[in-house]
């Protein structure tokens, strides 16, 4: 591994090295880098850290010669890899296209390095400013590497250049020379600092002093960890029960405030890191998804065009989102389920046939042939047989039906263990329609509250029922882009007109008007499910919904950032402390009174009432079909026996 980052290194320096040696060198001896070069070292070296090296880049007004004898001033413990762009008689354009090649060569240094200083040498503001907005588009440098830029511009003509230094890990050195005795000045750009602000100063250099601090800030501060001046921030916000509720609405002279869970986290991070706020919505009321044009809409899209500087979201991660902003640690995990309408308690007319399972009533009837076999069979085995008639054995199996039926016996017993099998499952018979008896009275107390949208199978078989997501959102993103698999028949069934979406704002009309009549099921967030039937319950006492036992399309949430913002290192090392320490949690709890009221609601209940035809009318049905069957096979009977004795009229008369 080491011999191959040498080996990179290496390449790199000598490829570019040739390259510089064929520019001619400039007129005259008072190169920028060879009078500031003790100054750059002097910077350097109060950041060096093992296994640091250094990327060069100059504007081609720089010698050969300066730069060799510069590197070695430089001290770099992994050595100094060097970059040109000769930008004299090149356009704009082609200065830009050099710089972003030039930038993805250097990442791949700043990829084999632990750590990275870019030293940018150049007496073109132009070239500083381009440079600098390739070093931050193209992610050159991460945090915990450093930029220097070195010139001799005076500060006022460098003011373009706040914006992006503020951004990044960066400093600025300025070279005055005009008195003939070199000086050095090292500025810092302050991020969010007021409109007209100039850098702040930080340190001096000279031949004869050295390197000296001007200000208590350090040379390469954390600029992120608590802001100097107190910035207020654009935070895009929109409501998302139970994480963000709205508090007030915008009216003239009164500005827009949030409440919940967010907010506090929110109100927690300004005051830690000293920066005010304030909200604003997305016009179209969504949280961002990606158009068919490349577009963004949503709070995504506004953070992504730097419209806002947070999202408060929360937001669901996912690679799609990736690509226009970054996310902050993740505050919470939290998983989609259906919300559907709770049935009305219904009555099972069937119910009489519950008491016992299905399996005991297989048993009853194996338990019949057995003891019609176990009479058959002493029958056999118990001579001499009297004198009975061939249908003993039918008559047999009727006693037993009738005992089951808690009918009376007519057929005598003559044998001892006629009266002994009878006897045992007279006893059996005893304990089970006691047993049935009661439990059937219980039974008829019960209504059935019907919860049938458990999965996503389900919801799909039921071809009357509509879909309701909420808009733009990661769940919809992702659904939308599945190929295969339930959720690509899930989004299928929006050609059928089977999906709606609506927004956050719409949940409880949403709930009232379409999911409470049955025709309409809901599908997010569980905590926002809980939410919904937690309010429900406080307003109504009742259990109307039921959430599905089927979860499904985990996410992380979290908050978001404007693209490569160090804002976000800052926030992550807070969020990190409040989550672990279970104050987002507390809040969560503290937001939703009756959360768990409805999560494990019955699906049964039990009344107080007389019974009527409703609970009934299967028995009578039961009890007519018999009757009618006896009336058919009684038909049967006498059409068979009038046949019989018309072939023989004399045994009419017998």
């Known amino acids: 591994m080491m011999s191959g980052v040498a080996s990179l290194l290496l390449y790199l320096i000598v490829t570019v090295c040739l390259t510089v040696a064929?520019?001619?060198?400039?007129?005259?001896?008072?190169?920028?880098?060879?009078?500031?070069?003790?100054?750059?070292?002097?910077?350097?070296?109060?950041?060096?850290?093992?296994?640091?090296s250094v990327i060069l880049l100059t504007d081609g007004t720089t010698s050969s010669t300066t730069v060799f004898t510069e590197l070695g001033g430089l001290g770099a413990p992994w050595g100094v890899t060097v970059f040109q762009v000769a930008a004299e008689g090149k356009s704009p354009n082609m200065t830009e296209a050099l710089l972003s090649r030039l930038v993805a060569q250097a990442r791949r240094v700043r990829q084999v390095s632990w750590c990275v200083t870019v030293v940018v040498v150049s007496d073109d503001s132009a070239f500083l400013a381009a440079s600098a907005e390739w070093i931050f588009k193209g992610r050159l440098l991460v945090w915990t590497n450093r930029l220097l830029a070195v010139t001799r511009r005076p500060l006022s003509h460098l003011r373009h250049l706040h914006t992006s230094f503020s951004m990044m890990n960066a400093m600025l050195l300025l070279l005055d020379d005009t008195s003939g005795y070199p000086r050095c000045s090292v500025y810092l750009f302050l991020p969010y600092s007021p409109p007209g602000a100039s850098g702040v100063k930080v340190a001096t250099w000279t031949h004869e002093r050295g390197l000296q601090l001007t200000s208590p800030l350090q040379l390469f501060p954390d600029k992120f960890t608590r802001f100097v001046h107190r910035p207020q921030l654009v935070v895009a916000a929109e409501e998302f029960q139970p994480h963000v509720l709205v508090k007030a609405t915008e009216a003239p002279g009164r500005s827009l405030s949030f409440a919940g869970p967010m907010a506090e986290l929110l109100h927690l991070l300004a005051n830690t890191l000293n920066f005010t706020y304030?909200?604003?919505?997305?016009?179209?009321?969504?949280?961002?998804?990606?158009?068919?044009?490349?577009?963004?809409?949503?709070?995504?899209?506004?953070?992504?065009?730097?419209?806002?500087?947070?999202?408060?979201?929360?937001?669901?991660?996912?690679?799609?989102?990736a690509e226009m902003v970054d996310f902050t640690r993740p505050i919470l995990i939290d998983y989609a389920r259906i919300m559907a309408g709770r049935g009305?308690?219904?009555?099972?007319?069937?119910?009489?046939?519950?008491?016992?399972?299905?399996?005991?009533?297989?048993?009853?009837?194996?338990?019949?042939?057995?003891?019609?076999?176990?009479?058959?069979?002493?029958?056999?085995?118990?001579?001499?047989?009297?004198?009975?008639?061939?249908?003993?054995?039918?008559?047999?199996?009727?006693?037993?039906?009738?005992?089951?039926?808690?009918?009376?016996?007519?057929?005598?017993?003559?044998?001892?263990?006629?009266?002994?099998v009878l006897g045992g499952w007279l006893l059996m018979t005893l304990v089970l329609t006691q047993s049935y008896s009661g439990t059937l009275m219980s039974l008829l107390a019960v209504r059935y509250i019907p919860q049938p949208l458990q999965t996503l199978r389900d919801l799909l078989n039921e071809h009357s029922i509509t879909m309701i997501w909420e808009a733009n959102t990661a769940y919809v993103q992702y659904l939308k882009s599945a190929e295969s698999g339930i959720f690509r028949e899930v989004m299928d069934t929006e050609k059928a007109g089977r999906i709606m979406y609506v927004k956050s704002t719409e949940y409880t009309y949403m709930r009232d008007e379409l999911v409470r009549l049955g025709t309409h099921v809901f599908l997010g967030e569980d905590l926002s499910g809980k939410v919904l039937m937690a309010q429900d319950f406080s307003n109504t006492g009742r259990c109307d919904f039921y959430a599905s036992k089927e979860i499904f399309l985990p996410f992380m949430f979290c908050m978001i950032g404007q693209k490569n913002s160090p804002l976000l290192l800052s926030l992550n090392e807070r969020i990190r402390s409040v989550t672990g320490a279970g104050l987002y949690g507390h809040w969560m709890s503290s937001t939703i009174p009756n959360s768990t009221s409805c999560v494990n609601a019955p699906t049964t209940i039990t009344i107080n009432t007389s019974l009527s035809l409703t609970n009934l009318w299967g028995m009578f049905v039961l009890l007519a079909g018999g009757h009618l069957l006896a009336l058919v096979v009684l038909g049967l009977e006498l059409l068979s026996v009038r046949n019989f004795y018309n072939r023989d009229p004399v045994k009419l008369f017998i």
């Not at 070069?37 to 093992?50: F, H, K, L, N």
């Not at 179209?284 to 992504?304: E, L, N, R, Y």
């Not at 001499?384 to 037993?400: E, K, Q, S, V």
Request: neutral net charge; glycine residues 10%.
């Open 278 to 321: 304030i909200f604003r919505r997305p016009p179209d009321g969504s949280w961002g998804a990606k158009q068919p044009d490349g577009t963004w809409t949503g709070m995504v899209g506004m953070v992504g065009r730097q419209e806002a500087d947070l999202g408060l979201g929360p937001f669901g991660i996912s690679a799609t989102r």
């Open 344 to 420: 009305r308690p219904e009555i099972d007319p069937w119910g009489f046939f519950l008491p016992l399972a299905p399996l005991v009533w297989v048993s009853i009837l194996m338990a019949l042939l057995v003891v019609f076999f176990a009479n058959l069979l002493l029958y056999i085995c118990s001579p001499p047989h009297d004198a009975r008639n061939g249908l003993w054995l039918l008559n047999t199996i009727y006693d037993y039906l009738c005992v089951l039926l808690h009918q009376d016996v007519q057929q005598p017993l003559v044998w001892w263990w006629e009266r002994l």
């Open 22 to 52: 064929q520019l001619p060198r400039p007129d005259g001896a008072g190169e920028t880098l060879s009078v500031a070069g003790a100054a750059v070292a002097a910077v350097a070296a109060t950041v060096w850290r093992p296994r640091c």
